[in-house]
Structures are given as structure tokens and as C-alpha cells.
């Protein structure tokens, strides 16, 4: 049945606004652009921080911009009629500077005994991840339950037992989807890698841009805002504490005590702000919501920052570092680098997951000092240097965040994808955890950020409609045992 839009019902109080748009990242911003184009010009953005942009922030560090958040386009296009990546054209568009990565190419190996050459290592679990992809594809149309990504390597008869082969393992999968292999779906990491990177499966390319540009990887977002968004549709420096909803519109309450109503709202708030309740919903969201929000799982990527007085570390872009334990500051990348930042002294660690969770938890110097025992056990030949400059984002205790980005973990079905993204009444949901072909990327966030304003665009033209679908109840399609 029809939503009955009641709001055109007489006597009935006007809402302030035809949309509010809550968050003012990629999705926040597309949708507004969609509005915008569509002639649904009544809409507003409300976003906490003092600019746009979300999780594409940029910091001065050490004389240069560096990025705490996203820095990659990641997937271009294949052939000029090729599906493009929609933030290539973007970057494009608004001339924006990237340098091809060659993140698995110009690779150094290290271990805790300094360097190693243990690339046969290094490029085998390349053919093993090649290989998971395409075991978890072939699982689809067999209609074969999902699985974890460790069970799909075991079975595959990839069992790394070493820290060579432990790291090698984590350059491939952790590094990019800021969780643990054992944390994420065999089947939904596939066809997330493959509908990026793969170009017979419908992807972009495998080619990854690195943005150089010193005004900031957010240029891009914040110069398409520019063509479109008047003053009187942003406000910045707002955040919201509670989102009430209803059959007649949406109702929010800033942290100033101010309010403010639309007939719809999309609210673009991360994943891991929707599962901390950092913003209150009145009244709760109904069980499948709620099921959908706390079954999938926020990951954490963390970039940290060092710079040094002279370059004294690898030629080539990335190193990989093996700890005898999984996942401690493993992957090294080269600002200091002819292709990108040459004569900065920038070097950046990256680390994800439970461990972006723990060096979340400890002070600044004690996470400097492991990172610099971990370079000096790198080149024991030489005494580290003390750094100029260290820095991390905190982006998991961050309550506009709670994490960097979406990962699907084996328990999660498609209903429950559904879910996550349906909207309750009024209230709408896009960002980039509400994709299932592109969750966790920036062109997830825009994909979404289209796709649902273009569905409020049907209700509010029609005044009033059925919504996205969803399910009340998740179930098992063949019920477990013998009940
Ligand atoms: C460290 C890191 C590295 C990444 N690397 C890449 C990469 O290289 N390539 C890539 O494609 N993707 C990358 N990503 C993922 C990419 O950044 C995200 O997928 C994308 O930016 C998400 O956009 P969004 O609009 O869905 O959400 P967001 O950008 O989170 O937008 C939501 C907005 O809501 C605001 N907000 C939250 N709570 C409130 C509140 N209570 N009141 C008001 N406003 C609020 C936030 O400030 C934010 O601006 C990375 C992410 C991180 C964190």
C-alpha cells in the first residue's frame, strides 16, 4: 500500500524543509546534487564538522597535506566505453593531482632481523587471494552457503604458518578490508574486490590513484558542492542528538538545543554511529533494523604518520613488514617517493582492526615508540633518527565515525543488506555500508547517495509511496537440524 503523504493532509503544521539531509560526505553531498537536479530544491545539509567531506579528511602535517582518511580512487575505467569509477570523473573534472600506486610492484619485504627478500612469498599469496576470489565466486550459483574468508583459504589449502607468509596474507585481504580474514565474508569480500578492480566481472580497473593534491583528496567533493549548493541549503558545525521519525516526516534536535523538520530525511551517518547510538532514534527502530545495523561490522584503518629530517628507507613505494605477531605495523608506505611527495621525509604505517582498536587505547608516545622499535629493528644498521612529526587519527573513538569503514562478516545475508538499507517511513539510509556491490569504498557512498535520493525523488513527486523493500523477519532458507 501507499504511504498516504500527509503532509499534504489540511491543518497539518509544515515541515521546515521537503528533505533534510543528514551528514555531509560523499553521500550526503551526491544526494543533495540529485535533489538539486531533479528540482527538489527545498532540501538542507546538516553535518557536525566545519566543512564537507566526511571521511575524506585531509591534515597539515610536517609542511605538507597528508590524508587521515580515503586517498585512493580505487578503480578507474578499462577502454574508453568501460564502467567508470564515478570519483575518477569527479577527480578529473575538478583537475584534482593522483600518481598511479604500484602497491604490488614496487614492494621492499622486511622482518624483524632487517631486510629479507621474501617476494616468492609475497607474490604466491597473491595467486592465493586470486584464488579465493574465484572459489567464493563459483559458491553463487551453486547456491552454497557463505563462509568465512579463513575457511575459503584453508580450503584452498592456503594455511600461512609463518610471519613471512602471516604478513604476505595480510597485505592482500586486512589492508584492505581493516579486517581479518576469519572477520569477513568469503563470498561478499570477492564480489566486493571483483565489481572494483576486476574489469571482466563488471569492475572498473585495478588501477589505484593516490592523491598528491595539497588542497586535499575532499577537493574534489567539496568543488562539486560548489556548482550547486547555495548558503541557505548547509549547515555546517551541527550536530545531531536525536532523529525522530514518523509516518508524517522527520524531526531532529541539535546538540544546541535547536530543532529542525522535513518531510523526508536521509541520514548518512556512518555505520559504526548508528550501532554506538550516538544519535538517538525516537522512537526505536523497528527489530529488523536494528538486526541488519548490528550484524554488519565497522572495520578501523589507521595511518600513522611519521616524518623524518632526510629520507633513510626504502626506493621503492611500499614495504611490508613481517612482526612475529600478525598485524603489527605491517604495511610501510613511501610519501618520500620521486612519484609523490619527494624531499618531504613522510612515511606512513597502517594498521587495522583489533590492533587500530588497541593503539587506539594508548597514549601517543607509546604507540610512537613501537613504531619507531619497529623501523629500528628494520635497519639495525643504522640508529632510527628521533621523527619531526608523528600522527594518528583516532577514527573508531571518533562518535561522528566509530571505525573507517564497512566490512560484511559471514553471518550477514543479503535480507539483512536489504535491511540496512531500507528506510523506516520517512526516514532514509544511504552511505557507503548501504551498497552491497561497493560497501567500504568512496564510490560505494556516491553510488548510494544517487541511487536513494533518486527513490524519496519518486515519493515526494508522487507524494507518497511503498519505500524500499525489506524483511520483517531474516530466516534461514533451509532451517539448521532436524527441528
Ligand atoms: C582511513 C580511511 C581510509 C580510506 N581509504 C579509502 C580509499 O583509499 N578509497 C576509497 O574509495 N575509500 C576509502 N575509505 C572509505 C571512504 O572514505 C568512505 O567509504 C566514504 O568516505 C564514506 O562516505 P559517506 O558519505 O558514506 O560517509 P561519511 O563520509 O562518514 O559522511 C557522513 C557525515 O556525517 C557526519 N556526521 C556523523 N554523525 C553526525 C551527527 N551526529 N550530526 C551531524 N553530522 C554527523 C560526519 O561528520 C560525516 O561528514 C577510507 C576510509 C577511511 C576512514
Redesign the pocket.
Known amino acids: 500500500a501507499t504511504v498516504p503523504d500527509t503532509n499534504a493532509e489540511p491543518n497539518r503544521p509544515k515541515n521546515d524543509h521537503k528533505v533534510i539531509i543528514?551528514?555531509?560526505?560523499?553521500?550526503?553531498?551526491i544526494a543533495a546534487r540529485t535533489f538539486h537536479q531533479h528540482g527538489v530544491k527545498d532540501f538542507v545539509i546538516?553535518?557536525?564538522?566545519d566543512e564537507?567531506?566526511?571521511?575524506?579528511?585531509s591534515t597539515s602535517f610536517g609542511g605538507k597535506t597528508v590524508?587521515?582518511?580515503?586517498?585512493?580512487?580505487?578503480g578507474t575505467q578499462t577502454g574508453p566505453n568501460g564502467p567508470a569509477n564515478p570519483?575518477f570523473t569527479l577527480v578529473k573534472k575538478h583537475k584534482i593531482k593522483t600518481q598511479l600506486s604500484n602497491y604490488f610492484t614496487s614492494l621492499t619485504t622486511y622482518d624483524n632481523t632487517g631486510a629479507v627478500n621474501y617476494m616468492d612469498v609475497f607474490n604466491a599469496s597473491i595467486d592465493a587471494y586470486v584464488e579465493l576470489t574465484r572459489t567464493a565466486g563459483d559458491r553463487v550459483p551453486q547456491n552454497l552457503v557463505d563462509v568465512s574468508s579463513r575457511t575459503a583459504y584453508t580450503l584452498i589449502g592456503a594455511k600461512p604458518q609463518d610471519a613471512h607468509a602471516k604478513a604476505a596474507e595480510y597485505y592482500q585481504f586486512d589492508w584492505e578490508y581493516a579486517q581479518t580474514p576469519d572477520q569477513t565474508s568469503a563470498i561478499a569480500s570477492s564480489w566486493a574486490n571483483n565489481f572494483t578492480f576486476d574489469a571482466y566481472q563488471g569492475g572498473f580497473s585495478d588501477d589505484?590513484l593516490l592523491n598528491i593534491d595539497q588542497r586535499g583528496f575532499k577537493t574534489f567533493i567539496q568543488e562539486e558542492a560548489k556548482e550547486f549548493l547555495k548558503p541557505s541549503q548547509l549547515r555546517l558545525s551541527?550536530?545531531?542528538?536525536t532523529i525522530s521519525w514518523s509516518r508524517s516526516g522527520v524531526k531532529l534536535v541539535?546538540?544546541d538545543g535547536s530543532s529542525l523538520s522535513g518531510d523526508y530525511a536521509l541520514c548518512?551517518?556512518?555505520l559504526g554511529?548508528l550501532q554506538n547510538d550516538?544519535?538517538t532514534l525516537t522512537p526505536q527502530l523497528p527489530g529488523f533494523k536494528k538486526e541488519a545495523i548490528a550484524s554488519m561490522t565497522m572495520g578501523?584503518?589507521?595511518?600513522i604518520f611519521l616524518q623524518f629530517p632526510k629520507k633513510f628507507w626504502f626506493d621503492t613505494e611500499m614495504a611490508l613488514y613481517a612482526d612475529p605477531e600478525r598485524g603489527r605495523y605491517p604495511v610501510w608506505q613511501s610519501l618520500d617517493h620521486e612519484n609523490f611527495l619527494p624531499g618531504s621525509g613522510i612515511i606512513f604505517v597502517t594498521v587495522t582492526g583489533d590492533f587500530s582498536e588497541r593503539i587506539e587505547g594508548l597514549p601517543d608516545a607509546q604507540v610512537k615508540e613501537e613504531v619507531l622499535g619497529v623501523l629500528q629493528s628494520m635497519y639495525p644498521n643504522i640508529t632510527v633518527p628521533a621523527p619531526l612529526d608523528f600522527k594518528f587519527?583516532r577514527?573508531r573513538s571518533d562518535?561522528?565515525?566509530r571505525?573507517?569503514?564497512s566490512n560484511w562478516p559471514p553471518s550477514f545475508v543479503k535480507q539483512h543488506h536489504d535491511n540496512l538499507r531500507a528506510n523506516v517511513e520517512r526516514l532514509y539510509f544511504?552511505?557507503?555500508?548501504t551498497t552491497q556491490k561497493y560497501f567500504?569504498?568512496?564510490?560505494?557512498?556516491y553510488f548510494?547517495?544517487l541511487d536513494v535520493a533518486k527513490e524519496m525523488i519518486k515519493c515526494i513527486k508522487h507524494h507518497g509511496c511503498v519505500g524500499l523493500q525489506h524483511y520483517n523477519e531474516v530466516k534461514n532458507a533451509i532451517p539448521y537440524g532436524i527441528i
Request: proline residues 2%.
Open positions: 543528514l551528514g555531509g560526505g560523499v553521500a550526503g553531498v546538516v553535518e557536525a564538522r564537507l567531506g566526511g571521511r575524506l579528511r590524508e587521515l582518511g580515503a586517498n585512493w580512487v580505487q570519483i589505484n551541527s550536530t545531531v542528538k541539535l546538540t548518512t551517518f556512518s554511529v550516538d544519535v578501523t584503518y589507521t595511518k587519527n577514527w562518535p561522528l565515525y571505525g573507517s569503514y544511504a552511505g557507503e555500508a567500504g569504498f568512496l564510490h560505494g557512498a548510494e547517495g
